[in-house]
C-alpha cells in the first residue's frame, strides 16, 4: 500500500468513519444514509468538480473547464447545478457587465475531500486488478 492510501486508512479509521459506525438506518438498506453520499459522487465529473474546487477555492465556469479538461461547457453546468442542488457547491452571480459567476464549495461538498482521496486511493491500488477483471469477461458480456 502506499504511503498516501496507507495514511487515507489510518485517517479513516481514526477519525472514526471507518467501519462499524452508524449509518443512520439499516447497512445499504433503502434507508441508509450512506447511499445518499454514494448518490451524490455516482456522477462521472461531480467528484473530479468537487476536488479541483478544494484545490483551487472559487472559479469560474471556463476556468475549471480550462483545469479539469475533456468536460464539455454543457456537462459542467450540469454538473454543477447538480452540486447546487445537493448543497456542495455554492454559485455566486456578481452584477458586474458582462456578467460573473464562480463557484465554491459549501462545507458539505469540502467534507467530501476525504473519501475523494480515500477513493482515489484505492483506485491507485485496484485499478488494474479491476479493468483485469473486466477484461476477462469482456469476450462474454458488454459493460453496463
Not at 48 to 55: D, H, P, Q
Not at 69 to 87: C, F, Q, T
Not at 120 to 133: D, H, N, P, Q
Amino acid at each position: 500500500m502506499s504511503d498516501t492510501a496507507m495514511a487515507v486508512a489510518v485517517d479513516v479509521e481514526a477519525d472514526g468513519h471507518g467501519l462499524g459506525e452508524d449509518l443512520g438506518g439499516a447497512e445499504y438498506a433503502a434507508d441508509c444514509q450512506a447511499r445518499v453520499a454514494f448518490e451524490v459522487l455516482s456522477n462521472r465529473w461531480d467528484s473530479v468538480i468537487v476536488y479541483v474546487l478544494a484545490e483551487n477555492g472559487p472559479m469560474r465556469p471556463r476556468a475549471l473547464i480550462t483545469r479539469i479538461g475533456g468536460i464539455s461547457p454543457k456537462v459542467l453546468n450540469e454538473a454543477l447545478r447538480r452540486l447546487e442542488y445537493n448543497g456542495l457547491v455554492a454559485r455566486r452571480a456578481y452584477a458586474e457587465a458582462p456578467p460573473r459567476v464562480d463557484y465554491s464549495l459549501t462545507e458539505a461538498g469540502l467534507a467530501l475531500l476525504g473519501p475523494i482521496r480515500a477513493m482515489g486511493a484505492w483506485a491507485g491500488r485496484y485499478t488494474e486488478a479491476v479493468l483485469a477483471a473486466q477484461a476477462r469477461f469482456a469476450p462474454h458480456v458488454t459493460a453496463p
